[in-house]
């Protein structure tokens, strides 16, 4: 669904090296969409003082410190959400009937918030359209 080049941005050849990824990529007869959108990531940026990637849509990272990790994090989620098609929803649930073991079956449920006082649930979760919409046919409250 997504092709993430990470790049050591401090290497003499950076830019050789992406040409060449680019070029295999190509001859591999990947469909053109997902070389489009490819996430770039230059590595490596506590080397060098002050960076800026000059490439658009490039994020700086320093996989050694941490650095931009959750800002990679964030743009691989919405590049997968919308290859996929999903998105990420938080649905109100009541724990006595069956919707959260129908969003476990069919969604991939991230997190479950429990609401004892009244017996619900806030549950988030990534789902595609056509799944969303046959929960909300189930279970239109």
């Known amino acids: 669904d997504l092709i993430v080049h990470v790049r050591d941005i401090t290497h003499p050849e950076t830019i050789l090296q992406k040409a060449t990824v680019l070029s295999v990529l190509r001859n591999l007869n990947l469909p053109s969409h997902l070389v489009d959108s490819m996430v770039e990531v230059h590595n490596k940026v506590d080397l060098i003082e002050r960076y800026k990637p000059t490439e658009e849509n490039a994020l700086a ?18 590049k997968i959400l919308t290859a996929t098609g999903k998105k990420i929803l938080t649905v109100n649930i009541n724990l006595e009937g069956p919707q959260l073991s129908w969003l476990y079956k069919e969604a991939a449920v991230q997190e479950v918030e429990v609401m004892p006082e009244d017996g619900t649930a806030r549950v988030k979760v990534i789902i595609g359209s056509s799944a969303f919409g046959r929960y909300k046919n189930l279970f239109p409250n």
């Open 61 to 78: 990272i320093s996989a050694l410190h941490g650095h931009g990790l959750e800002e990679l994090k964030q743009e691989i989620e919405k």
